[in-house]
């Protein structure tokens, strides 16, 4: 079992800057995040993997948020930038096999952090 810890989220003014920051108590294949908002299906929003750095984004957060890590401290780390009032939602870190964490089924999951866009 991969235990994950997110922080970072908190409320801003659209148009403002946020960086979300996972803790992995092991460090896995790929890591990322996903988000949902109230009435709204879970969406993936960005991953990537470990080995290779490889990245991989939704095409409603490209150009405005960038995924990266940090591998000696088995962090990722998602910058969000240009914040739009429909970004806004629970944001969940994720871990898993890559396949599995781009398909949307990661095994791994983070308790999450809201983030707030007004």
């Known amino acids: 079992h991969v235990q994950l810890v997110e922080s970072g989220g908190g409320s801003v003014q659209a148009g403002g800057s946020l960086r979300l920051s996972c803790e992995a108590s092991?460090?896995?294949?790929?890591m990322g995040w996903f988000r949902q908002a109230p009435g709204k299906e879970r969406e993936g929003v960005a991953a990537?993997?470990?080995?290779?750095?490889?990245?991989y984004y939704a095409d409603s957060v490209k150009d405005r948020f960038t995924i990266s890590q940090d591998n000696a401290k088995n962090m990722v780390y998602l910058q969000m930038n240009s914040l739009k009032p429909e970004d806004t939602g629970m944001y969940f870190c994720?871990?898993?096999?890559?396949?599995?964490?781009?398909?949307?089924?990661?095994?791994?999951w983070g308790l999450g952090t809201q983030v707030t866009v007004s």
């Open positions: 990537i993997a470990t080995g290779t750095g490889r990245t």
């Open positions: 994720a871990a898993d096999f890559c396949n599995l964490l781009v398909a949307g089924v990661p095994s791994h």
């Open positions: 092991s460090y896995p294949y790929c």
